[in-house]
């Protein structure tokens, strides 16, 4: 293991979230399902304030969309090493990636459920 002896400045640390939005632009330039979740959390985020939901039911929205993307980078994270340590087609790397997709498919479906208790009892309601 490398020792790193480059002395801690809050700069550094500053600096070290480029990184992190480059994966964030690269995850939203390069994979058309992260903008499908883009675009149901603006979804979420505009029903909440139309339907002015409490302040739990933000922690849930918020809390939801969260976990996606999360799933969502990880899910992208795990292809780009699978494609990388076997670029020909490989039963084994087929089910890692499909695991990791199914972590995408869990975690939307949980938010598309718990969006569901949250809207559609708001949506009834207007009928």
């Keep these: ?38 675009i149901a959390a603006i979804v979420a985020i505009m029903c909440g304030w139309y339907f002015d939901i409490d302040k739990s039911e933000w ?8 976990i996606v993307f999360t799933t969502e980078i990880i899910n992208t994270a795990v292809e780009h ?9 490989h039963h084994k790397i087929k ?7 199914a972590a995408v498919l869990i975690s939307a479906l949980m938010s598309a459920v718990i969006a569901g208790c ?8 207007m009928l």
């Design 1 to 38: 293991m490398s020792s790193n002896n480059k002395k801690f400045t809050f700069a550094r640390r500053i600096g070290s979230f480029k990184y992190a939005i480059e994966g964030l632009l690269h995850l939203i330039r390069q994979e058309p399902n992260a903008r499908i979740h883009i």
């Design 81 to 89: 090493i699978c494609d990388y340590i076997s670029p020909a087609y």
């Design 95 to 101: 089910i890692i990636k499909d695991l990791a997709a």
């Design 59 to 66: 922690l849930a929205v918020i809390l939801c969309i969260g």
């Design 118 to 125: 949250i809207f559609v009892p708001k949506l009834l309601t």
